[in-house]
């Protein structure tokens, strides 16, 4: 069994990626189906959670402070979290997949069949790509981009006290500017398998299975 999380940056192109990656290995894909099930879970509108389930309520850290909160101490964006959390969790536990976001990175830190990944750009690459896929002006394109990392930054920050982005909590970050897309998905496959090279012959040799031949 093997679940490959997708962190990204906006721009990066990780949800076509990521989509790509779980056809081809024939995975389970997590991306904004989530979005539903949190929905009919919650009550809460799809909107909204597709506006909060990753992302701050401003570029902020600080925004956080300021949410209403009930007599518990929890705000709606603690509610969509804590939902989004379990159906990351079940989702791995059911077996092969490949899961965009949510900070599924963290919350799966302590299994030993994750790969994760962080895709970032460059810059003029990135807003090429939010140009043409959201029909945005140069400007509009860059503020967005700034925004939405910003945003993802905070969220992340947040709920796992760790700095997104940062090499140290991924197992491998590429940029898929430089590489373009079919090199990027070809090195996250050939990650996988050679997870599953090494995890096969760690079974051989706890099964007894595992030969040295001269």
Known sequence: MAVITISREFGSGGRVIGEEIAKRLGYYYLDKDIIAHIAQKTGFAKEFIQQRGEYAPSKSLFSYGFLARNQDGISPEDMIYREQCRIVLETAERGNCVIIGRNADYLLRDREDVLNVFLCGYKEEKKKRIMERYHLDEKEAL??????????????????????????????????????????????????????????????????????TK
């Open 143 to 212: 503020n967005l981009m700034k925004r939405v990392d910003h945003k993802r930054s905070a969220n992340y920050q947040y709920y796992t006290e760790k700095e997104w982005g940062k090499a140290a909590n991924y197992t491998i970050c590429l940029n898929s500017s430089e590489l373009g897309e079919e090199k990027t998905i070809e090195i996250i496959l050939s990650c996988i398998r050679r997870y599953r090279h090494l995890r096969n012959a760690t079974s051989r040799i706890n099964t007894g299975l595992f030969f040295v």
